[in-house]
């Protein structure tokens, strides 16, 4: 089977990306190509960060590949936290929480609450430059967290049309229209049409 590496060792991200296109490709973690060099990401976007990422594997390891970069961005704040999500509160521990914390502050007493999440993937193959695949989810922030699901900013995000948040949610309901789940899908079809060998 054709080998394609996914440049992240995030377990459940694997475990999705297998799933979806595990049918025709061995999905390779960065762990299974022996890398555990400290990619950097210092792009100014969420393509861009993610295209670091797939380079450095196609470049370095020499296989094809994809990176994903996502991030929450919040309409009252001009798209902040935005590519800096992971590291907006600058805590070391708690990390969620004090993300989390840092969000309802900034926004407390704002009557535009809308948000969404965003997903680029990179993908680099060897006969072509890259291409770019986006999802995003549309939705707004709670003025306090709900539900023990998901990770990061799930608990403070209902996404449009519903009345739960992604953490009250189960994962296959967040995949089935989440910004990861629709950039995932828009890969997977590119390389059913494009790499049928
Ligand atoms: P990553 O690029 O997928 O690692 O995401 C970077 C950061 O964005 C995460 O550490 C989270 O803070 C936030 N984030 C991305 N996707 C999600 C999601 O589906 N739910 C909640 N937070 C997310």
Do not use: Q
């Not at 020499?62 to 001009?78: I, Q, R, T």
């Amino acid at each position: 089977m054709k080998k394609i590496v996914f440049a992240s060792n995030n377990s459940h991200k694997l475990a999705e990306l297998r799933s979806i296109l595990g049918h025709r490709y061995e999905v390779l973690s960065l762990a299974d190509i022996n890398c555990h060099d400290d990619i950097p990401e210092t792009a100014d976007s969420f393509e861009g960060n993610a295209l670091l990422k797939a380079r450095w594997v196609k470049d370095r390891y020499g296989y094809d590949c994809f990176a994903d970069d996502s991030g929450l961005e919040v309409y009252a704040l001009g798209g902040a936290p935005g590519i800096y999500s992971a590291r907006y509160s600058g805590a070391t521990t708690d990390v969620a929480a004090a993300n989390n914390a840092k969000l309802l502050r900034e926004l407390s007493g704002a009557d535009d609450r809308r948000a969404r999440f965003r997903t680029a993937i990179a993908l680099l193959t060897s006969d072509a430059e890259p291409v770019f695949f986006n999802g995003t989810v549309e939705g707004h922030i709670l003025e306090a967290p709900r539900g023990r699901g998901g990770f990061g900013y799930d608990p403070l995000f209902v996404p449009e049309g519903w009345t739960r948040t992604f953490a009250e949610a189960t994962g296959e309901e967040k995949n089935a229209i989440s910004h990861r789940g629709r950039a995932v899908a828009a890969l997977a079809e590119y390389l059913d049409n494009n790499f049928n060998d």
